[in-house]
């Protein structure tokens, strides 16, 4: 009979049904790895977060009001995800919305929750925020050439795509320079978007790429006088010598999302994203300026 199966096979096949079983209930367990509450809760953070001085005060308030001991890591989007993913941290702060959704529906991450909005703007030396003055003539003396003010004329632009589109065609002439993020962090995938929604991908001389590290780009674009994206948080921590030039596209939103990892299981975990959704959590992000509290569910 076709359906019949020798003694030998049916044994085989419960002893591998077996060996399924605990296989199964093994890697369940490693999934779901208890921590204990004595344990600092690991928490990485967006690093440009932490640049901006918003996760500092963050981890300040909280200890004050629950007494979790956090201990933070500072670093890009696209490497906090993947050890959250691991469980090598217990909760992440990250910006990058369509590789934290792909965790969400794989059950990767859980209690996924938007906590703070910035703002994204292109920036360029502060000189090109204000109009360039007249040169006066002098007698006797050749004119003088003006000096350089916004070459690619995005100042005051609400429309990111457009601004990078006459950043693209400047730059082709020779005119200016645009500095990209050298890591894979929330600007990274901002900057992708952008450039995306303004037409073809950009390539030449004028593009450069900055090395790692949250204000890398921004001070390259300083010291070489260069045009920039950068949240604006992180803008005004790093003081003067560049202003923003186009703002206010809500294509530049940088929202920036808190989630638990599904492979552990540290018993503070769910009340820091508790806190940091609730009442608490939101003061503090509205009084530190240059972010928006996420909006009420």
């Given at each position: ?53 918003l ?86 003396k ?13 100042r ?48 030449g ?8 590290g ?33 703002s ?50």
């Open positions: 009979m076709s359906g019949f199966l020798p003694p030998i096979d049916l044994r085989r096949r419960k002893l591998l049904g077996a060996a399924a079983s605990c296989l199964a209930w093994a890697g369940s367990a490693q999934a779901q790895q208890r921590r204990p509450q004595t344990d600092p809760l690991l928490v990485g953070v967006e690093a440009a977060l932490m640049a901006s001085g996760a500092p005060r963050l981890r300040e308030a909280v200890a004050r009001d629950t007494g979790i001991a956090i201990q933070l890591t500072a670093a890009a989007s696209g490497d906090l995800l993947p050890r959250l993913e691991r469980g090598d941290l217990d909760v992440a702060i990250t910006q990058a919305p369509d590789a934290e959704l792909s965790l969400d529906r794989q059950g990767l991450i859980h209690d996924r929750q938007l906590i703070a909005i910035g703002e994204y703007v292109l920036a360029g030396p502060a000189a090109w925020a204000r109009p360039p003055k007249p040169v006066k003539p002098v007698k006797g050749p004119p003088e050439p003006p000096a350089p003010s916004d070459p690619a004329g995005i005051g632009l609400n429309d990111a795509a457009a601004a990078l589109i006459r950043i693209a065609e400047a730059g082709a002439r020779g005119e200016c320079s645009f500095i990209a993020t050298g890591e894979a962090s929330g600007t990274r995938y901002a900057e992708a978007a952008l450039w995306k929604a303004a037409g073809p991908k950009p390539f001389p004028w593009l450069r790429t900055a090395g790692p949250p204000r890398a780009a921004l001070d390259l674009a300083r010291e070489t006088g260069a045009y920039v994206l950068v949240e604006r948080g992180l803008l005004v921590a790093a003081g003067t010598g560049m202003a923003a030039l186009v206010g596209d809500a294509r530049m939103a940088a929202e920036y999302r808190a989630m638990r990892s599904f492979r552990v299981n540290h018993p503070a975990g769910k009340l820091f994203i508790g806190w940091l959704a609730g009442p608490n959590g939101r003061a503090v992000v509205g009084r530190y300026g240059n972010y928006r509290v996420a909006p009420k569910a």
